[in-house]
T-cell receptor, first 114, second 117 residues
Framework: DTGVSQNPRHKITKRGQNVTFRCDPI?????LYWYRQTLGQGPEFLTY????????KSRLLSDRFSAERPKGSFSTLEIQRTEQGDSAMYLC????????????FGDGTRLSIL | AQSVTQLGSHVSVSEGALVLLRCNYS??????LFWYVQYPNQGLQLLLK??????LVKGINGFEAEFKKSETSFHLTKPSAHMSDAAEYFC???????????????FGQGTILTVHP
């Protein structure tokens, strides 16, 4: 169990640029989640996958956001035309099976928009 | 819809004192409940979970929590605080069931625990 891995750990970019984050879940986990955390707040759900299927997407996720999990393994989260309000910590988590199983979190990608 | 309220955004205790972090939840169905801890610039680490077995749940690092259905609470306690417990703590709820809406966690706003020597 190597844990959930997220890359990069930090990303600084100019407003209007596109960014992509990667998440590698724990290998046997079939569920993968993305959350966003702003300063002083708890994480907020963005989207989740069961295997390669994206099963739920939050209304927080505008059309500028897209997530994929092409082979049911790693996932990417892309933000197009970044805005100041996108500055946050983006957390990935994975779990195996039903909702009583805990989600295991990566260390996150901190995005700063200049 | 489900929600979580953590009473007290900051809690300060002396080393060796009792730690009590409060969490109340709202859920239309019996919930699964979790406590996570977050250290600066890190992700969330699971402390403990309640999934309908014993109502008193023991977790890592000496923490425990009691599920009280009548009070819709899941407060986190530790008998004796240690300096290394200083961190931010999050209570979270997940919904039972196997449908597609049952995967996400809803978090409280967090409680920052400070431990004084």
């Amino acid at each position: 169990d190597t844990g959930v891995s997220q890359n990069p750990r930090h990303k600084i970019t100019k407003r209007g640029q596109n960014v992509t984050f990667r998440c590698d879940p724990i290998s046997e986990h079939n569920r993968l989640y993305w959350y966003r955390q702003t300063l002083g707040q708890g994480p907020e759900f963005l989207t989740y996958f069961q295997n390669e299927a994206q099963l739920e997407k939050s209304r927080l996720l505008s059309d500028r956001f897209s997530a994929e999990r092409p082979k049911g393994s790693f996932s990417t989260l892309e933000i197009q035309r970044t805005e100041q309000g996108d500055s946050a910590m983006y957390l990935c988590a994975s779990s195996q099976g039903p909702s009583n199983q805990p989600q295991h979190f990566g260390d996150g990608t901190r995005l700063s928009i200049l | 819809a489900q929600s979580v309220t953590q009473l007290g955004s900051h809690v300060s205790v002396s080393e060796g004192a009792l730690v009590l972090l409060r969490c109340n939840y709202s859920s239309s169905v019996p919930p699964y409940l979790f406590w996570y801890v977050q250290y600066p610039n890190q992700g969330l680490q699971l402390l403990l979970k309640y999934t309908s077995a014993a109502t008193l749940v023991k977790g890592i690092n000496g923490f425990e929590a009691e599920f009280k259905k009548s009070e819709t609470s899941f407060h986190l306690t530790k008998p004796s605080a240690h300096m290394s417990d200083a961190a931010e703590y999050f209570c979270a709820v997940n919904t039972r069931g196997g449908g597609t809406s049952y995967g996400k966690l809803t978090f409280g706003q967090g409680t920052i625990l400070t431990v004084h020597p």
